[in-house]
């Protein structure tokens, strides 16, 4: 939620700009966001799945790029004279129906897992009880009693882990590798919003400098 929210107002504001570095630094806090909800969501949508359905579900939420297919499709319409005259129209509304998906998670349930690894048992069995009148599934007292027990079994033999665990041992290629493989397809990614304004503007004059770039002021 509290990225969705830096993505809404973050992104309104950046609409507004005309100089283009504040543009980029802001986009970047934005992208930034957006990979912090992508692993809150992961692990969020992993818990609310049936085992035998989480590898094909987890599949399909690779297919992102879609929406950059989509979004792409409607800077086309914001095109006139060859030139993308109402990006900051395109990029207020992508705004507006990231804050309906905010909206409309106020109203989600939190992950029970959360609550009960936080030892808040209270809160958590209130969730998984809501959850089974709904499903007209019973969860009985004893039930709940078991889930504490196993819970409370677990935390007294809770190792702690920490960042530097994916640089030891097995992990340690395989970390460097799928790191290198991230930051280089988010260089790529990120590439084409700092050569979008001249791929987009006036293609038979060239500007090394994006800054004095008369167009980005100009839409």
Known sequence: LYALGVIVSIGMISSFLDEFYSFLFLRFIVCTSVGVIKMIACSFLIEW???????????CTQIYSVGNIIVNAAALLCIQDNE????????????????????????CYESPKFYLSKMMFKEGLTILEKLGKNANVPFPEADKNKIIEEITKEEAHHVQTSVK???RGVFLKTSLLLLGIKILSSFINAGNLYILPFLLGNTQQKH????????????
């Open 49 to 59: 799945l049936p085992k035998k359905n989480r590898s094909l579900v987890m599949s």
């Open 84 to 107: 993308l005259m109402y990006w900051r129209w395109l990029l207020r509304s992508s705004c507006m129906l990231t804050f309906v998906a905010w909206f409309l998670l106020l109203f």
């Open 165 to 167: 665990e994916m640089f």
């Open 208 to 219: 090394t400098d994006p800054s004095k770039n008369p167009h980005f002021n100009q839409y």
